[in-house]
């Protein structure tokens, strides 16, 4: 093996387990403080998020995952929880009701956020198998 294989596998496992990492430790950290009633920084949930995202990178590495899928979910995992967040505050706001606690929150936010994650992740087999299409430039101009 050359440099350059080493060097983009290795780079690959980096990216895949990064990107494995950031759509894990929401869910184990709020998980883990559900079920353990510890706080949401706990340190056992974050090492077990980083175990089983270098365990879980081999697909990405060997190219049989797309990283585009899986930036895509992370991104709309992060944008999609941040939304419900501050959906659910002003909701609490305007209904004059006090935050239960941070953990049921985050716990809220993210049961809203995985599947509209895992909607824009895969929009394009939904599309598909909705019977959508998407539009060409002759669509639009018509006969």
């Not at 894990?24 to 706990?42: E, H, K, M």
């Not at 949930?45 to 990283?67: I, K, L």
């Not at 706001?93 to 953990?103: A, E, F, G, K």
């Amino acid at each position: 093996m050359s440099f350059r294989s080493w060097a983009s596998a290795t780079v690959d496992f980096c990216l895949a387990t990064l990107g494995l990492y950031l759509a894990l430790a929401p869910a184990f950290t709020v998980g883990y403080a559900l079920v353990a009633d510890a706080t949401l920084f706990a340190q056992p949930p974050q090492t077990a998020a980083v175990v089983v995202a270098v365990g879980g990178s081999y697909p990405f590495v060997a190219g049989d995952w797309s990283y585009r899928r899986l930036a895509v979910f992370v991104v709309a995992l992060y944008v999609a929880s941040g939304a419900a967040g501050l959906a659910g505050l002003a909701l609490l706001q305007s209904m004059d009701l006090t935050l239960p606690s941070t953990v049921l929150a985050r716990a809220g936010a993210l049961a809203v956020a995985y599947p509209v994650a895992a909607a824009a992740a895969f929009r394009d087999r939904v599309r598909r198998r909705l019977g959508f299409r998407s539009l060409d430039a002759d669509d639009l101009t018509g006969p």
